[in-house]
């Protein structure tokens, strides 16, 4: 037993140094009296540096990040202790530890504090309990955080929400259900209910998959799970779904709750499949165009020649690899020179250079005409080039390479010409070919607006993208002259265009940068120009 005095008898303070939880013992003047070997352990600390210490000189601060309150919580505690003789449990605080190597562990606590009262009931000892709940807290903080992004990507989505108790076989569902496949809750019913619960409702040679990946997800351990089924509306129609969910495991890894939406992607769906109609066409288009096509890898590696390639160099069919030894001797080195660097910087390639026939043996001119396709960060997804033969018709190489740009970029024109500029300096993070075109061969990925655009007339860029950046609103400038390239070595000519500036906000509304959009209008100015030079005086 401990003495009077408030000092630990040795064989007292060797059992309770190995006691198998947190546990700190002060006396009622709030002086450190001893610590269990785990507690030390944990918070990193020696337990002979902070016996004798005042309970608030025991720990180190960090000054950055530690609870501003936790000192006062402590004393609220042990006062409330002192005062009613009392347990007291404080709320969960952030007090990080010190690390030998220097600076400080993040550390979330949940700490209590008993009385410890002699038979005549005067208080000998406080007994403070700490738990280290970080992992919890963690936990909470990262399923927060995961809710709030289900919650934006619902709003942005329109999808249907759920929630699912697995230890009570409980299901809950969001307010768009009704909206998105016409169920109410109540119809929707409770999962394994017969023919009410959600698996009555996905297509039957959908069901077992389904069930499947949850099963595997579950067992794994996985946080997420994703799937794509048909589910069955309302109105008898299926919907293409994806449903996507993260799960929520209790101390024994054992899946407890499981939150997710469900994404209509009927559309989607729809729109593959017209996208797949168009590929076909595409490559149709690849296989029976009168002249050579090619594409290439982000890399420039040659990945596809269609048959033209082959009937005319008599390279076997679906071979790419060895393309160079049908160039002449004395173009080949200039040629793969030129191509490195062009898929290297992503610059268009294009360049004159002869070929050999495997039919007579004779080398005749091509031109190579190869683009960069990019995906939606700006980045070049593959390369698509063509090959014109133009031995007989050098002298009107500007309209075969007029022909060749309308044919070989007819699928990377857009109706509308985009331009990502992120943050207060504008910087540039992605341009469609069109931008290229308005504002000539400048640089402008990872560039600064004013060094893209130094220009002040028409527009004077930096301004007018600073007022939409501080105010927030969008600027439009109708029918503007702008001087254009249309054509890779054609001369510059006046085109009209309506510019809009819009403010790109980020999902907690403040603005993370701005689009800017040129739509090309000339041939209805010119015609509004025509127009009014013909009608008659009033």
């Keep these: 037993m401990p003495s009077t005095d408030n000092q630990l008898s040795p064989d007292f303070a060797l059992v309770f140094r190995a006691l198998p939880g947190l546990y700190l013992l002060m006396s009622p003047e709030l002086k450190v009296l001893d610590a269990t070997r785990l507690y030390a352990d944990t918070s990193h600390f020696k ?60 550390r979330y606590w949940r700490t209590g504090h008993t009385p410890i009262l002699d038979p005549a009931g005067n208080l000998v000892y406080i007994l403070q ?65 017969g023919n009410k619960g959600w698996l009555s409702r996905v297509h039957p040679d959908d069901a077992a998959a389904a069930l ?35 799960f929520i495991y209790d101390d024994n890894k054992k899946p407890v709750r499981q939150v997710g939406a469900m994404i209509d992607l009927t559309e989607s769906k729809q729109s593959e499949e017209t996208l797949k109609e168009t590929n076909e066409r595409f490559w149709h288009l690849l296989e029976k165009q009168p002249y050579i096509s090619f594409m290439a890898d982000a890399k420039g590696r040659l990945i596809y020649f269609n048959g033209n390639w082959y009937e005319y160099t008599g390279i076997p069919k679906g071979q790419v690899d060895g393309w160079s030894n049908a160039v002449h001797p004395e173009d080949s080195a200039h040629v793969l020179t030129s191509w490195n660097e062009a898929t290297r910087f992503g610059h268009v390639f294009e360049q004159e250079y002869r070929i050999r026939s495997h039919i007579d043996g004779q080398y005749r001119w091509f031109l190579d005409r190869s683009v960069p396709m990019y995906d939606e960060q700006g980045k070049v997804k593959f390369w698509i080039g063509t090959l014109t033969d133009v031995d007989e018709l050098r002298e009107a ?74 105010q927030q609103e969008p600027v439009s400038y109708k029918e503007i002259k702008l001087p254009i390239t249309r054509h890779y070595g054609s001369a510059c000519e006046d085109a009209y265009f309506n510019l809009q500036f819009q403010p790109l906000l980020d999902a907690n509304l403040r603005i993370e940068g701005i689009v800017m959009s040129a739509v090309e209008v000339t041939e209805l100015v010119l015609c509004k120009q025509n127009a009014q030079k013909s009608s008659p005086p009033d």
Aim: hydrophobic letters at 30%; one cysteine or more.
């Design 47 to 106: 337990i002979e540096e902070i016996v004798g210490k005042h309970i608030l000189d025991t720990f180190p601060e960090n000054p950055e990040k530690t609870d501003e309150h936790s000192k006062q919580n402590v004393m609220a505690s042990v006062n409330f202790v002192l005062a009613n003789k009392k347990p007291h449990m404080m709320p969960v605080v952030r007090y990080d530890v010190p690390l030998q190597e220097g600076g400080f562990e993040r």
């Design 129 to 193: 309990e700490a738990r280290d709940v970080t992992a919890t807290v963690l936990q909470e903080q990262l399923n927060e955080q995961n809710r709030e992004r289900l919650s934006m990507l619902t709003n942005t989505l329109h999808a249907v929400t759920w929630d699912y108790d697995i230890e009570n076989n409980r299901m809950s569902w969001g307010v768009n259900l009704k909206e998105a496949f016409g169920y109410s809750p109540e119809e929707m019913g409770q999962p394994n209910t």
């Design 212 to 246: 499947e990946s949850l099963r595997q997800a579950a067992e794994a351990g996985h946080k997420y799970w994703s799937c794509e089924y048909r589910f069955r509306k309302a109105n008898g129609t299926y919907a293409y779904v994806l449903d996507q969910g993260y």
């Design 397 to 470: 190489i500007t309209q075969i390479q007029l022909k060749d740009q309308q044919i070989t970029n007819i699928l990377n024109l857009l109706p509308a010409h985009l331009c990502l500029l992120m943050g207060p300096d504008h910087t540039c993070r992605y341009a469609t070919h069109g931008i290229y075109q308005i504002y000539g061969n400048r640089h402008y990925l990872s560039k600064p607006a004013r060094e893209i655009w130094p220009e002040t007339e028409p527009i004077n860029y930096p301004e007018v993208l600073d007022k939409v950046y501080q």
